[in-house]
């Protein structure tokens, strides 16, 4: 036996079942470095799913291990009853950058804490207690959070918490009201009043919705739906949380995804790319809703001082390297030769779709046929080729047939054509 098959074997002894891995033989990844990764085998791969949008400068980045290292050295933990530098720091610059009038931090752990915080602030501002969110949604894996979530396969209970009201979700391609953009006048958007007129009392504690959806499979928004959906919201009583933890810090080629749509969010949450892989989200709101929370409270990991100076890196190399620009030139880049090679499996690729570097594809029966059938298993052939050729992607959707592209912020066009070049031969493959 193998050490890959060795440590395959023990992951499946050990761990739940249900902790899924990619392919029909998992890779064993023990080392990244850049825009690559090698399995415990010697292969390398083109990494063109960045720990599910996570590794935003590439992996193992120097400068970035630089200040790990010298934090660790320095102080590794202390919890928040404790100001720290690197804390205070990352609070401040967490600010400057952040959206319209945002201007006080509370920090978290992962993603899913971000949005339980970000409900919680929002029902104590408000005074009030239903909570919309958007179908085809997903917001993390505690109670709450499962309940947020609309989209079966990621939800282990019923909804436990009964003020969750699902809207529409903007999925412009597979339209749940059968209706056709832009002549639909964004329907969905409109139908959040309906909804909150129906299923509520009248009023809500506010939205919280991610710009771009990422584990929906990239579903992207006409850019005037959060326009729509903003004002109904605060005409009855709630507040806008924009969910960044996948479009935040240029990976949409803007700071934040919710400014494609020019909406200036009460609150937004983040994690993920913040700190190129180590544990660290946020939640970044106003003084008033911060003021609001008057019960002690603690984050015992939230703001590590060794996180939070991997953000302080991070931040500080997106910004100084333009890397929002990059995303933006980029992924025109790789969007335009996807869309060519759509024009080449037309019956296939149903859509291209996203921003930035947050791109998606849409996979189907056939198309040319307006057969618009999800095709999973084309996902599962498309996954496996391109593994063999040496490139890793992401999947997702409700139905399993969307591929997820997402390299890190700092990719350039050398490797930008190698994953298309990849990608292509991949496609030719499973036509056959």
């Known amino acids: 036996m193998n050490h890959s098959e060795s440590i395959r074997k023990k992951h499946k002894k050990y761990l739940f079942d249900a902790v899924k891995n990619f392919y029909k033989e998992p890779l064993v990844i023990e080392e990244g470095k850049g825009f690559y990764v090698s399995d415990s085998d010697g292969r390398s791969y083109l990494d063109f799913f960045g720990g599910i949008l996570t590794v935003s400068v590439g992996h193992a980045n120097d400068e970035v291990n630089t200040a790990i290292k010298a934090q660790v050295d320095r102080l590794s933990h202390i919890s928040s009853l404790y100001p720290s530098i690197p804390v205070v720091d990352l609070a401040e610059r967490l600010v400057r950058l952040a959206p319209g009038n945002l201007e006080k931090v509370f920090f978290n752990a992962s993603g899913t804490e971000a949005d339980e915080t970000a409900v919680m602030m929002a029902q104590l501002y408000t005074g009030n207690t239903e909570i919309i969110a958007l179908r085809h949604g997903y917001s993390g894996r505690s109670l709450l959070a499962q309940s947020l979530t609309a989209h079966a396969p990621w939800r282990a209970l019923p909804t436990q918490v009964a003020s969750v009201k699902h809207a529409l979700a903007p999925y412009c391609y597979r339209c749940p009201l059968k209706m056709t953009y832009p002549d639909c006048g964004v329907a969905c958007a409109n139908d959040v009043k309906e909804l909150i007129n129906t299923t509520t009392t009248g009023k809500v504690a506010g939205i919280l919705?991610?710009?771009?959806?990422?584990?929906?499979?990239?579903?992207?928004?006409?850019?005037?739906?959060?326009?729509?959906?903003?004002?109904?919201?605060?005409?009855?009583?709630?507040?806008?949380?924009?969910?960044?933890?996948?479009?935040?810090?240029?990976?949409?080629?803007?700071?934040?995804?919710?400014?494609?749509?020019?909406?200036?969010?009460?609150?937004?949450?983040?994690?993920?790319?913040?700190?190129?892989?180590?544990?660290?989200?946020?939640?970044?709101?106003?003084?008033?809703?911060?003021?609001?929370?008057?019960?002690?409270?603690?984050?015992?990991?939230?703001?590590?001082?060794?996180?939070?100076?991997?953000?302080?890196?991070?931040?500080?190399?997106?910004?100084?390297?333009?890397?929002?620009?990059?995303?933006?030139?980029?992924?025109?880049?790789?969007?335009?030769?996807?869309?060519?090679?759509?024009?080449?499996?037309?019956?296939?690729?149903?859509?291209?779709?996203?921003?930035?570097?947050?791109?998606?594809?849409?996979?189907?029966?056939?198309?040319?046929?307006?057969?618009?059938?999800?095709?999973?298993?084309?996902?599962?052939?498309?996954?496996?080729?391109?593994?063999?050729?040496?490139?890793?992607?992401?999947?997702?959707?409700?139905?399993?047939?969307?591929?997820?592209?997402?390299?890190?912020?700092?990719?350039?066009?050398?490797?930008?054509?190698?994953?298309?070049?990849?990608?292509?031969?991949?496609?030719?493959?499973?036509?056959?």
């Open 209 to 432: 919705a991610e710009p771009i959806q990422g584990v929906g499979g990239f579903i992207t928004p006409p850019d005037e739906y959060f326009n729509i959906v903003a004002d109904i919201i605060h005409e009855h009583g709630g507040i806008f949380i924009s969910d960044e933890v996948q479009t935040g810090f240029g990976r949409t080629g803007k700071t934040w995804g919710i400014q494609h749509s020019g909406v200036e969010p009460d609150m937004i949450t983040v994690a993920k790319g913040i700190a190129n892989g180590m544990p660290l989200a946020a939640v970044v709101t106003t003084k008033d809703i911060a003021d609001t929370l008057q019960k002690n409270t603690i984050s015992t990991f939230g703001g590590n001082p060794v996180s939070s100076a991997a953000a302080n890196a991070t931040l500080e190399i997106i910004e100084r390297d333009e890397l929002k620009a990059n995303a933006n030139e980029m992924g025109e880049i790789l969007k335009d030769g996807l869309i060519k090679i759509q024009s080449d499996h037309r019956e296939v690729i149903g859509e291209v779709r996203g921003k930035g570097l947050m791109v998606g594809l849409e996979l189907v029966v056939d198309e040319t046929k307006k057969d618009r059938t999800p095709n999973p298993d084309a996902v599962d052939r498309l996954m496996e080729e391109t593994k063999d050729r040496g490139l890793l992607i992401g999947r997702g959707g409700l139905y399993g047939n969307c591929v997820r592209i997402s390299p890190s912020l700092n990719i350039g066009r050398s490797e930008i054509d190698e994953a298309l070049s990849i990608l292509a031969s991949s496609f030719r493959s499973i036509d056959q």
